[in-house]
């Protein structure tokens, strides 16, 4: 959604749409199915789900899937920012992040760490060090990562191409 008229307040907005009803809705924990779509307008839905040990659709995404996403990604965009202000000409960048969550006992449970793990390639050797910095301006900066609270770490790999 854009921009409101305050400086720096954002607004969102998404329609989230139960589809597992099997006929009788709720009517027992075995009965229904976890089928979520997300739909934000003008945009791609997600065919979403519970998690596969909460009797979702394993080839469905699922909340826990979507976080680790939304962390994984606004940390990529908050580095690419810092790198060009850095001066660093980023060439390549992929993240294999993961995340823990656990469960509480009572039906409940929250995450407790997510590592990142960005390798990063830059365009000359004399960028490395400053790569490297940037990862700590892009954790400031990064909004998702900041509405947490839990740890997001980070271990980035940076290289330079080779010609």
Known sequence: MANSAALGEHHYALTSTWTGNSGSGTS???DYRRD????????PDILASSDKPFRGDPSRWNPEDLLLASLS????????????T??????????TATGMMRENGAGGG????????????????????????AHAQARDWCFI??????????EA??????R
């Not at 850095?86 to 993240?95: E, F, K, L």
């Open 110 to 133: 929250a995450f407790v760490e997510v590592m990142l793990r960005p390798q990063v390639v830059v365009e000359d050797p004399s960028m490395i060090e400053a790569a490297e910095r």
């Open 86 to 95: 850095a001066g660093v000409v980023v060439v390549s960048y992929r993240d």
């Open 157 to 162: 790999t940076v290289t330079a191409q080779t």
């Open 36 to 43: 979520v779509t997300l739909e934000v307008e003008g945009k």
């Open 145 to 154: 990562a900041n509405s947490m609270n839990f740890p997001v770490r980070h």
């Open 73 to 84: 990604e606004c940390h990529l965009l908050s580095y690419l920012h810092a790198c060009v």
């Open 28 to 30: 027992g924990y075995r």
